[in-house]
């Protein structure tokens, strides 16, 4: 599928992108044209459809900047002073949100697990039962830092049952596995232009109940990431509040066309199941250890535990693997040294063959042989 020059991108994101999607970048418009105030207008309802939500219930937000700029608004914005935020954490991004909500001097609790286990349940009803002063709850569904898939549904059951607000950062995860944010209670799910929709960097976008949303009025502490001033604005005239990325939204719009044309979520998810799937058979034939047990594995991104061979080097590994074509990620473990593959964007099994011709290739030349993983 990678049939161009750009070398192909297993990471996490930013991803390798259709010719397309690219190309749709080639243009000026203006932010005020109704071209593009229309073009926004449907952007915004398809993402509220891709989250199986009812129109009259949730909104869609596009918020410029990051992923990292989606989650800081909407813990700073819906929050009120008096409220408590408990957050599941099992990783680098679950920390990054427990940062974001201290930096806004928001009254965080943790509820941490080691990095390769997913949260437990049991362990969040009692917390909850323990501590009515909490008032919003926070999960990763899929943490990059490993891997691992959370179960936000089971969850969503428990942080509903308990009159609590649910946030959810999908951001890794939507538009490849099914979320039906309304059914599993979520009242704000975060995601980015430039993961599983297969866009570029440069905004994040949320999914929002509109009466909580509404609710929280005059909870902001922040002007440009106001969440509710973001939606007044985009709902009174269809315009951002400040300048929007105006050609990562044009490349948007065509990398929703094209997750359309390909089936939708499951027809993409199953994409990357199958790039997973042949990755990780290659990779245990090759002698390489996944850093995750099966039970806990999704199919963004898999860890892989360095080998113990006294020639393995990650930096010599990555640039010769660059130099072939193919770019993995580092690993962002506490505790153990390990690296990534991403098996997301607009790559099929093809490349994944291409990346395992290099893995291969680049271990002659490091003169490394591994034993068999099984």
């Known amino acids: 599928m990678n049939t161009w020059k750009d070398k192909a991108l297993f990471t996490p994101g930013p991803l390798t992108t259709s010719r397309t999607v690219k190309q749709s970048m080639l243009c000026d418009m203006g932010s005020r044209d109704v071209e593009f105030i229309q073009m926004v207008k449907e952007i915004r309802k398809r993402l509220v459809q891709l989250g199986g939500c009812s129109e009259e219930k949730y909104t869609s937000i596009i918020m410029q900047g990051s992923g990292t700029f989606g989650v800081e608004s909407v813990l700073s914005s819906i929050i009120p002073a008096n409220g408590k935020l408990l957050v599941l954490v099992n990783g680098a991004y679950g920390e990054r949100m427990v940062q974001i909500a201290q930096m806004h001097h928001i009254n965080v609790v943790i509820q941490q697990c080691p990095e390769n286990q997913i949260p437990d349940v049991l362990f969040l009803k009692e917390n909850l ?106 709902e009174k005239n269809g315009q951002f509040r400040f300048t929007p990325p105006i050609q990562v939204i044009r490349a948007f719009h065509q990398a929703l066309v094209e997750l359309d044309e390909e089936g939708g979520c499951e027809a993409r998810g199953e994409r990357y199941r199958k790039n997973y799937e042949m990755t990780l058979r290659e990779m245990q034939k090759m002698g390489f250890i996944p850093y995750l047990d099966p039970d806990n594995r999704g199919y963004i991104i898999t860890s892989f535990r360095y080998p113990t061979h006294s020639n393995f080097s990650f930096l010599t590994f990555y640039q010769k693997l660059s130099d072939k074509g193919c770019v993995i990620y580092p690993g962002k473990l506490s505790h153990a040294d390990c690296f990534r593959i991403g098996h997301i964007g607009r790559l099929d099994e093809s490349d994944v063959f291409m990346l395992i011709s290099a893995i291969k290739e680049t271990l002659a030349e490091m003169d490394i042989e591994l034993v068999h993983a099984y």
Not at 130 to 141: F, G, K, L, M, R
Not at 168 to 179: E, K, L, N, Q
Not at 186 to 203: A, M, Q, R, T, Y
């Open 129 to 234: 039962d323990s501590d009515p002063e909490i008032t919003h709850v926070a999960v990763v569904h899929c943490e990059t830092t490993t891997g691992i898939i959370n179960p936000i549904k089971e969850i969503g059951s428990v942080v509903k049952n308990h009159d609590c607000i649910y946030i959810v950062d999908a951001m890794s995860s939507f538009g490849a596995y099914t979320i039906p944010v309304e059914a599993w209670g979520i009242d704000f799910l975060v995601s980015s232009s430039n993961k599983c929709i297969e866009g570029v960097p440069g905004f994040s976008f949320i999914l929002a109940r509109k009466d909580v949303l509404i609710s929280s009025k005059g909870s902001s502490r922040s002007l440009a990431l106001d969440l509710l001033a973001q939606w007044e604005g985009l």
